[in-house]
């Protein structure tokens, strides 16, 4: 007979899910802000440094889990992006760079200034630049949201999203072979392992709405075979070294333009993708150490700040030409503050490719715990300012 | 309150008012993009005249008053280019058609909010089921008393309305096996149907209306959901049945058709409308929504059962030398086409199977009221 601990260790995810749930249906009942702010928080007080209740987060299946849980959020996003708007509307592109590339150069020079080292400062500034896919999506599905604010923060979020996988990876790159002095090589990786991830999921994209087609009778099968299909292909990127944010948002987009059914029932992959978006955010969170959050402190206040400022400054400008009112370019701007997930795998995976840093990074820890509480509520805020959330949405 | 003096207006002069539907690129369901849309499209010169509706997902227009075809339907195509350069900036889809194939949307909110379940109890599927998007057509008439006969002569071809305009084959996801699925929802409400045979304005509103006021249950004329009702503050007979067409084309086309008709019907040549008209009126309704051209109807003045298909080209060599008149030869080719080459609905069905999915019919729909 196992012993008492082993029983409640086997026990402590299906646990922490059970009350992260619960805290979300109750939280959101009561207080009407977003259920995600709950399974964070949760996530976060359950953590192996803080109560100790989850194991420390490792490669085991719990991450898979939440690669999957991402790879099914991205592949929702490129399924609503249409990458040809920001040709038809360049000045939405341009706001896009704008904001992305302006919080770039705000968040490096903030870090330089605070004494933070030049490469951390890089890294800090590629993380920052990206806005939580999986909070937008996540929010403007709970919300039912739809409007300008809710379309441009889907298509700019997954913009900087791709953005700062490159700047991201770029930094990266030239971290592990700056002890080898080798910075094209570092370039050169990069570049081919993106195009490489976008390729593959390009591939899915094309594959899998023929055999739909081939199939037939897609309302009912179209959920199950695109979720099999991210799993693969999740795990096939990470097994190969490739991107797997890349690729699930090639997917998405490509399988968009083949016009199969993805109907809006299945909107986040119904109950599978519910159940595996709280696992995703209490994962995410409880790899937050509070004590790293705290020594985070001055230049994370700092950097939240700073990104809140210029990603509201970098949309609200070009507002106007791209046809919107100053207001709803300025609450787009403000419903990019969310950062989670996103920037917790890419670490994650960074730190499983055998880069130690994340001491390093203590202050995205604690920028990533402030938006993954106050991200949600923000974004919601935003949609309902704007009026694009539906009345009885906001505490029902 | 009596209505208003029935307003003088130059007789024959039309005008078109559309509902269009607003549909996101990525689901291609209907979205609430209209305020977004009216802001940017305000802050430019509108040619005719664009208005919100309740549902945040349909944007009305209306063109100006014309009196003949070609500047009707350039002015259309205007509105149209407008629009779709407004929404292309904002990355919205727009369509015409009578319903939106699918509205998983409400049936969400039937799901998910107590609220909506409590709304749904009282009306029934009626709510989940009004919105749809219709074409209506005003004429105007020189008197009320024109007004009230024209009306009543019309009740004979608005199965012809019904049947080229028709545009709504699916509703909530399923074929309906109408051609026009749209008129099922507007006749389930208890105000719609036929206007009273009445021909004499001042019966008409101070008898009828009044009375009908004073029950309780009206309170103006846009309280009655009828086929054909007058306006009289417009001067004008407005043709409610069409459902939007596809293309703004096809509703330039209709709008002179009817100029036609009433050009004709004016000169009273045919047998005058009485009540009995209206013995078949129903069945023909039905037949012409079930079954579009390929409905058999029954004439009113005959009992003659004809193919409605044919009766179409017939009216149409008919209205010939009307159309010759009033410059619209080139509308009647359209809808004699049309006849030949089945209705939007026809096309929305080979869409249906040739993209295999809903989604991709809305698309197909989007690209052809782009005129692409």
């Known amino acids: 007979m196992p012993d008492l601990l082993t029983i409640l260790t086997n026990l402590s995810w299906p646990v922490a899910i059970t009350l992260a749930w619960l805290a979300g249906e109750f939280g959101q009942r009561l207080t009407g802000l977003p259920r995600i702010s709950f399974y964070g928080l949760v996530g976060f007080v359950l953590a192996s440094t803080q109560l100790g209740a989850l194991p420390p987060p490792d490669a085991g299946p719990i991450l898979a889990l939440a690669d999957v849980a991402f790879g099914l959020i991205l592949f929702e996003l490129g399924y609503r992006i249409n990458v040809r708007w920001f040709a038809t509307n360049p000045w939405l592109a341009v706001s896009g760079l704008a904001e992305a590339l302006g919080t770039f150069a705000a968040v490096y020079f903030t870090a330089v200034a605070l004494g933070t080292q030049q490469l951390t400062a890089l890294m800090l500034a590629s993380l920052a630049m990206s806005t939580s896919p999986a909070t937008v999506v996540r929010i403007v599905n709970e919300q039912r949201s739809s409007g300008q604010v809710t379309e441009r923060v889907l298509h700019l979020s997954a913009f900087n999203s791709l953005l700062a996988v490159f700047a991201f990876n770029l930094v990266l790159g030239f971290w592990i072979f700056h002890t080898a002095n080798n910075l094209t090589s570092a370039v050169l990786d990069t570049v081919v392992r993106l195009l490489l991830s976008v390729v593959l999921g390009a591939v899915f994209g094309v594959v899998v709405p023929a055999m739909l087609r081939q199939l037939g009778n897609m309302a009912h099968d179209a959920t199950v075979l695109f979720a099999i299909a991210i799993i693969l292909l999740v795990s096939i990127t990470f097994t190969s070294g490739l991107s797997a944010v890349a690729a699930a948002l090639a997917f998405g987009l490509m399988a968009r333009h083949r016009r199969v059914a993805f109907s809006q029932a299945q909107r986040n992959f119904g109950v599978l993708g519910e159940l595996l978006t709280v696992l995703l955010f209490v994962y995410a969170a409880s790899s937050l150490d509070w004590r790293k959050v705290a020594a985070g402190g001055v230049l994370a206040l700092a950097v939240v700040g700073v990104r809140l400022v210029v990603k509201t400054l970098g949309v609200t400008v070009f507002a106007r030409l791209s046809g919107i009112t100053w207001r709803k370019g300025a609450l787009t701007g403000l419903a990019l503050t969310p950062v989670s997930v996103f920037v917790i795998l890419l670490l994650e995976h960074a730190r499983q490719r055998g880069v130690v840093m994340l001491d390093e990074l203590r202050a995205m820890a604690a920028v990533t715990m402030l938006l993954e509480v106050f991200g949600p509520i923000i974004i919601q805020r935003a949609l309902i300012w704007a009026r694009e959330a539906p009345e009885q949405n906001h505490a029902a | ?372």
């Open chain 2, 1 to 372: 309150m009596p209505l208003e003096p029935f307003a003088q207006s130059e007789t024959l002069t039309f005008g078109v008012e559309l509902e269009l539907q607003l549909v996101s690129l990525s689901d291609f369901d209907l979205a609430a993009a209209s305020p977004d849309l009216l802001h940017l499209l305000n802050r430019k010169p509108f040619p005719g005249n664009v208005t919100p509706e309740i549902t945040e997902s349909m944007i009305e227009i209306n063109s100006s008053v014309h009196s003949r075809y070609g500047p009707l339907l350039a002015q259309l195509q205007e509105i149209r280019d407008t629009l779709v350069a407004g929404a292309d900036r904002l990355n919205i889809g727009m369509c015409g058609g009578g319903t939106h194939p699918f509205q998983h949307w409400s049936e969400r909110k039937i799901f998910e909010k107590p609220r909506f379940q409590e709304l749904s109890s009282l009306y029934g599927y009626l709510a989940k089921q009004f919105t749809v998007f219709g074409q209506h057509v005003h004429i105007g008439c020189a008197s009320g008393d024109d007004a009230l006969f024209l009306l009543h002569s019309l009740s004979r071809y608005i199965p012809h309305f019904i049947a080229l305009s028709a545009s709504s084959p699916y509703v909530q996801g399923h074929d309906s096996l109408f051609e026009s699925a749209r008129l099922n929802s507007v006749f389930a409400f208890p105000m719609s149907g036929r206007a009273p045979f009445l021909l004499n304005w001042r019966e008409f509103n101070e008898v009828f209306f009044a009375k009908m006021e004073r029950t309780g249950i009206i309170r103006s004329m846009k309280d009655f959901y009828w086929d054909i009702r007058p306006k009289p503050e417009y001067g004008t007979i407005e043709l409610r049945v069409c459902d939007t067409p596809l293309t703004v084309e096809r509703a330039a086309a209709l709008a002179a058709y009817l100029q036609a008709l009433c050009r004709h019907l004016l000169e009273r040549r045919e047998a005058a409308p009485a009540e009995d008209d209206y013995l078949v009126y129903n069945y023909n309704r039905f037949q012409a929504c079930r079954f579009g051209l390929d409905g058999m109807v029954t004439l009113p003045k005959t009992y003659q059962n004809v193919l409605l298909r044919d009766d179409i080209l017939a009216t149409l060599k008919l209205m010939e030398p009307h159309a010759e008149a009033l410059e619209s030869t080139a509308a009647l080719r359209h809808l004699r086409q049309a006849v030949h080459g089945g209705s939007d609905a026809t096309w929305l069905r080979s869409q249906y199977s040739d993209e295999g999915s809903p989604e991709g019919m809305v698309h197909a729909a989007i690209r052809r009221f782009r005129g692409e």
